[in-house]
């Protein structure tokens, strides 16, 4: 979004107007939402609309944003990636294995991004080289890594024994913010500023808009194919790490939310699943919409059979509203 600057007569009401019409259009819609669902369970339920809650739903859609951040640009590329929960699983039982075996502390941190952009980077070779559909490709991998994370973890649960590592999650550098909400929101500016200034972020939209066009004018596509799912699985892994300080454990059930909530918050923060429309910029409201509707539901003491619903229709309804706006067929 770029602010318009007032008019030489000085008129400061033209300028602010001029501002407003600036936003991206689309992005009237799910902002609308956020604020709809905002007022609505705030009138449902008296803890919703409490600093308490608000610092819960921080760190709960944390990890989410982390992980669908990277996930936006195989989106925005035309392109999907099935296994982030999976890549989330098998980063985190690799960093407690890790932790508990060598007592590295923080540089577990860089070691999960490096492990996740590995398991990426796997994803992003068999999609460009194999020319196999990437849903396909992620399909497999989610089975394959989800089989070695369990293997690792035994099928249980495993803490870490790092003193005060939980602290990177659950500290709060700034108070009522928990350290894991401010991380993901570090990252957010990031891959925005990746997104809209760096020749990667540009050749994303380039790819999705029209591949073959992308590749007759010279773009190396193959090569950012891979870099895509390379910086998924990083931010994957980085997710990962951090939501096991926040847990205080790897388990079997880590991750397993993330295939619906991250495609869903993907699609409903106005990223076309046809590619080349969208952006992380817009992501930050999908997680914010899947935040919210998650909080506000168990607030309600809704089922999480319900809500498996409700979050199934709110993904078709967004998938049918981007095709509505792109004019183009969702097929990747």
Not at 6 to 12: A, D, L, R, V
Not at 277 to 293: E, Y
Request: charged fraction near 10%.
């Amino acid at each position: 979004m770029s602010l318009a600057v007032p008019s030489e007569n000085g008129k400061p009401l033209r300028g602010l107007l001029d501002a407003f019409r600036s936003v991206e259009k689309s992005l009237w819609f799910p902002i609308g939402v956020v604020l709809f669902l905002f007022v609505f369970f705030s009138l449902a339920t008296d803890s919703f609309a409490t600093i308490r809650n608000f610092t819960a739903i921080s760190g709960q859609a944390a990890t989410l944003l982390i992980v669908c951040l990277g996930a936006t640009f195989v989106v925005l590329m035309g392109s999907i990636d099935l296994s982030v929960g999976a890549i989330v699983l098998l980063v985190g039982a690799g960093s407690v294995q890790i932790l508990n075996s060598f007592g590295i502390g923080y540089w577990v941190l860089p070691l999960a991004a490096l492990l996740g952009g590995l398991l990426g980077s796997i994803n992003g070779a068999i999609y460009a080289y194999g020319r196999i559909p990437s849903f396909i490709v992620t399909l497999g991998t989610l089975s394959v890594f989800t089989g070695i994370a369990l293997t690792l973890l035994d099928g249980r649960a495993i803490q870490f024994t790092a003193p005060g590592f939980e602290q990177i999650a659950i500290g709060q550098f700034i108070p009522r913010l928990p350290n894991i909400a401010l991380w993901s929101l570090v990252a957010w500016a990031i891959v925005v500023v990746v997104a809209v200034r760096t020749r990667f972020g540009r050749y994303m939209y380039l790819i999705g808009g029209g591949e073959q066009v992308a590749s007759t004018s010279g773009l190396p596509v193959r090569r950012y194919k891979i870099y895509a799912f390379a910086i998924s699985g990083v931010l994957a892994g980085l997710g990962s790490i951090l939501a096991v300080a926040r847990l205080g454990a790897a388990g079997p059930s880590l991750g397993s939310d993330l295939l619906l909530n991250s495609l869903a918050a993907i699609v409903v923060g106005g990223t076309s699943l046809a590619g080349g429309v969208g952006g992380p910029h817009r992501t930050l409201i999908g997680v914010l919409i899947i935040a919210i509707l998650d909080n506000g539901l168990n607030l309600m003491g809704v089922s999480q059979y319900l809500q498996m619903i409700i979050k199934g229709l709110v993904v078709i309804a967004a998938v049918l509203v981007s095709r509505n706006a792109t004019q183009e067929a969702v097929v990747k």
